[in-house]
């Protein structure tokens, strides 16, 4: 055991970071970008009742304490957060001090702010190694490799399917891969359509799982506008996921994984709209 340091704390912050971004809050920590940071500190903002927590986003942010806080956040510059994404992306090792205490909220390391933090011991093991740092980015890897990767998987039910689009996608509608279910439906630009196959014949489809009707009434790719709703009644009623490509993002008129990438939508925010979403509706 050592005493606690300024440095020690950023050891600790990039330590827990390298666990919670595959924990709860992985849509706003994998691969963050400055609208994840800025859309997660506004959830923290929602649903935290530590004052503590409270603190340091009053500080960073000059909250007042009141209703108009969230629209503080939402306003604030995206460019401010880069330096928390190259930090936990590891493209710098110094970020700001200004930023240390939000880091520390985002990844709950405990004890935090700083001044806590100093007040207790530091212990090294608690620290990734950099065999497992290198067995961690391997497991990453191979996962990415995997998403891409089409199958014969269950000959007797789903031919030439994507892994990260339909099996997983099978799993979140809680389908048994098992199912004697005889009608289908694929994936089609911005829709599911019903399609006709009898589970054995080869057919080139490239996203196709059990029929789910309720999917293809209300599950659609839209390109949203400055009048799209995407809440109705303090309901989320829109959904969006990064492309295929990961050069943007789309849009989705139901929750659920997105049907090419397999991963899960996130609900969006004003934020989002405001960042993302269209011009004015033709």
């Known amino acids: 055991m050592t005493k606690n340091t300024s440095k020690n704390y950023l050891l600790a912050i990039k330590a827990k970071y390298d666990i919670e971004k595959n924990g709860d809050f992985s849509h706003f920590l994998n691969n963050p970008t400055p609208v994840s940071i800025k859309d997660f500190c506004i959830e923290i903002l929602k649903s935290s009742n530590s004052k503590t927590d409270l603190d340091i986003l009053k500080h960073f942010f000059s909250l007042k304490g009141d209703e108009k806080d969230k629209s503080i956040i939402e306003r604030f510059d995206n460019d401010r957060f880069r330096p928390i994404c190259n930090f936990f992306n590891e493209k710098t090792k110094k970020p700001k001090y200004e930023l240390h205490d939000l880091m520390a909220l985002l990844v709950d390391l405990k004890p935090r702010p700083l001044n806590k933090f100093l007040k207790g011991e530091f212990e090294p093991t608690t ?3 950099e065999k497992e740092k290198e067995k961690e980015k391997e497991k990453e890897k191979k996962d990415d490799n995997e998403s891409t990767i089409k199958i014969n998987f269950l000959r007797k039910y789903i031919r030439e399917i994507s892994i990260a689009g339909s099996s997983l996608l099978l799993t979140f509608l809680g389908i048994n ?10 994936w089609k630009v911005d829709h599911f359509q019903t399609v006709d196959w009898d589970g054995k014949s080869d057919k080139n489809f490239k996203i196709i799982i059990p029929k789910d009707e309720k999917l293809i009434e ?7 506008c400055d009048t799209t709703p995407y809440e109705k009644k303090g309901k989320a009623c829109l959904w969006y996921g990064k492309s295929a490509n990961g050069n943007e993002y789309e849009f989705f008129t139901h929750y659920g994984l997105h049907p090419e990438t397999g991963k899960t939508l996130k609900k969006v925010t004003a934020t989002i709209m405001n960042n993302y979403g269209k011009g004015p509706c033709q």
């Open 127 to 129: 620290m990734p190694s």
């Open 177 to 186: 891969h098992f199912t004697s279910e005889k009608e289908w439906m694929e």
């Open 218 to 224: 209300n599950f659609k790719r839209i390109i949203p």
